[in-house]
């Protein structure tokens, strides 16, 4: 059998006990394509909060970009960061976690000036048993400064870029409204691998107008680019987004479990053994799912499904 290396596995052999992500989302924050730089409305798939349960109700509507000039917001921002890892780790203090990474999860988290992100990832480091980050980015939305400083800090820190691939198709980037093409992603992936900085993509199966064969491209031409790590999704259908108006016309079809399984498993064949899997599949747990219904409360079984058919394939995960 072969074992898939798991970012839980990859934590623990190189620090020797168990680390945990922390989630964290900060007011403030938002995208270039829901502000109007590239595109408005976002993705077609994404409303922010389903994705994050720390989500921060930005009272003050403030948003920044790479071209704010100040921040009023910078010391409410400091409290929630520091606010969100105090709770977090409280939840996860009876499973014994000795060490944790940050998470800048929810919208674009370098999507702002320099000095704002300095004083937010510092922060979060400043906090006791956090030993890196890891920080959900847009390829068209990270500045040299971020970038040379993020290198500095991996010297001594555990640092990981996330960066939404999603698919190398531009006619399907175009579809969900991504607002930047491939060439983008490629480019600031190389650039990130320009400092050593560890690149983690994500790679969606089930997108508008796809096929296997598609899906499966995307996995091959992202691990070709020398990405470290990788989290699968499939496309889920949550109310009040874009996607969700073509799924109740019926012009939008989401992908079945046993189709994303089958995918999932053969793009596992092709992915290079060195490649850190960080997420075989995702969900919602309320009601704002729409379709389809098994990324639905269910997790667990999703998760049986998953690893008997990686099993049957010889994959241990």
């Known amino acids: 059998m072969k074992k898939i290396e798991t970012f839980g596995s990859y934590l623990k052999k190189k620090y020797h006990t168990k680390v945990k992500k ?3 989302a900060v ?7 829901i502000d109007g730089t590239v595109a408005k409305g976002g993705c077609t798939f994404c409303l922010n909060d389903s994705f994050s349960p720390n989500l921060a109700k930005n009272k003050d509507k403030i948003f920044l970009n790479l071209a704010s000039t100040d921040n009023p917001i910078l010391d409410k921002q400091v409290a929630q960061v520091i606010l969100q890892i105090k709770k977090e780790k409280q939840e996860l203090k009876k499973l014994n976690i000795k060490k944790y990474i940050a998470y800048f999860q929810a919208f674009t988290n370098t999507y702002a000036p320099f000095n704002t992100l300095k004083t937010l990832y510092d922060e979060a480091l400043k906090q006791k048993d956090i030993i890196g980050l890891s920080i959900g ?3 068209d939305s990270i500045e040299e400064e971020v970038f040379e400083y993020l290198s500095e800090l991996s010297k001594t ?3 990981w870029l996330e960066f ?3 698919s190398i198709y531009d006619e399907t980037l175009k579809k969900i409204n991504r607002g930047h093409d491939f060439n ?4 600031a992936i190389k650039k990130a691998q320009k400092y050593s900085l560890n690149v983690c993509g994500h790679l969606i199966f089930g997108l508008p107008g796809e096929n296997k064969e598609m899906m499966l491209n995307s996995a091959k031409v992202s691990f070709e680019l020398g990405i ?3 989290k699968f999704h499939p496309l889920y259908v949550v109310k009040n987004t874009l996607l969700a108006n073509d799924y109740l016309k019926g012009k939008f079809k989401p992908i079945s479990m046993q189709e994303y399984i089958d995918v999932l498993v053969e793009a596992i064949d092709i992915m290079p053994k060195d490649i850190i899997v960080q997420r075989v599949t995702a969900g919602i747990e309320d009601n704002t799912l729409l379709a389809p219904s098994w990324c639905g409360k269910d997790k667990n079984y999703q998760m049986a499904q998953i690893k008997k058919a990686l099993k049957e394939r010889g994959y241990v995960y």
Do not use: M
């Open 22 to 24: 922390i989630p964290l």
């Open 27 to 33: 007011g403030g924050f938002t995208c270039p394509n």
């Open 228 to 230: 470290k790590s990788v």
């Open 164 to 166: 939404g691939i999603q």
């Open 184 to 187: 983008s992603v490629k480019e």
């Open 157 to 159: 820190k555990e640092i």
């Open 137 to 139: 980015t847009r390829s």
